[in-house]
């Protein structure tokens, strides 16, 4: 069951600049920083509020590693700004597994490593009316 907005994903060209945005217009601090290899970006979360599940949401910012990810495509295509929408649940395989089933394209087979050491996977954005989304299961549900 999907419980919450775990994260929205904003692509940006700068992510050093983008977080000093957040800091100063909002006085959002950076909870957490990590390059993803695999995922091709370097990434701030932002801790926005913690959810009745005990999960937390979060604004994740990525700058892409590399031109050739997903990031750094969909920046040169559209520029910067909401690039996915992530929900929270306890049990991304059933979940995925469920969704694959209405039809939904789900992107892996398994899902893959996201942040924080969370397990994450995404559905394809021409299945969801035009949003990439993502399905993670935190670190912390597991
Ligand atoms: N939101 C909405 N639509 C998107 C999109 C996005 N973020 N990214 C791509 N699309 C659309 C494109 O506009 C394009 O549509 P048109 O054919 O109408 O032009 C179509 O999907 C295909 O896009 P593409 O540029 O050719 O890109 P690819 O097919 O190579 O890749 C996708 C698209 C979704 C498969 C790829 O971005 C992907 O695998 N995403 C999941 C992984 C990811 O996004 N990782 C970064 C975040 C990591 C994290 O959150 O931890
Ligand atoms: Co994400």
């Known amino acids: 069951m999907l419980t919450r907005i775990d994260h929205i994903g904003i692509a940006c060209f700068d992510l050093d600049k983008t977080v000093e945005f957040y800091r100063a217009t909002y006085g959002f601090e950076v909870f957490h920083t990590e390059v993803n290899e695999e995922q091709g970006v370097r990434e701030a979360m932002l801790r926005i509020n913690g959810t009745d599940d005990g999960g937390s949401s979060y604004l994740q910012l990525l700058e892409p590693t590399r031109e050739d990810s997903a990031v750094g495509k969909w920046l040169a295509k559209n ?58 299961t935190s670190a912390a549900a597991r």
Do not use: N, W
């Open 79 to 136: 520029g910067q700004g909401v690039h996915h929408i992530a929900f929270g649940t306890a049990d991304v395989d059933g979940d995925a597994a469920a969704i694959r089933d209405k039809g939904v394209r789900v992107l892996y087979d398994e899902p893959r490593t996201g942040s924080m050491g969370s397990r994450i996977t995404f559905l394809h954005p021409k299945d969801c009316h035009g949003v990439l989304t993502e399905l993670v």
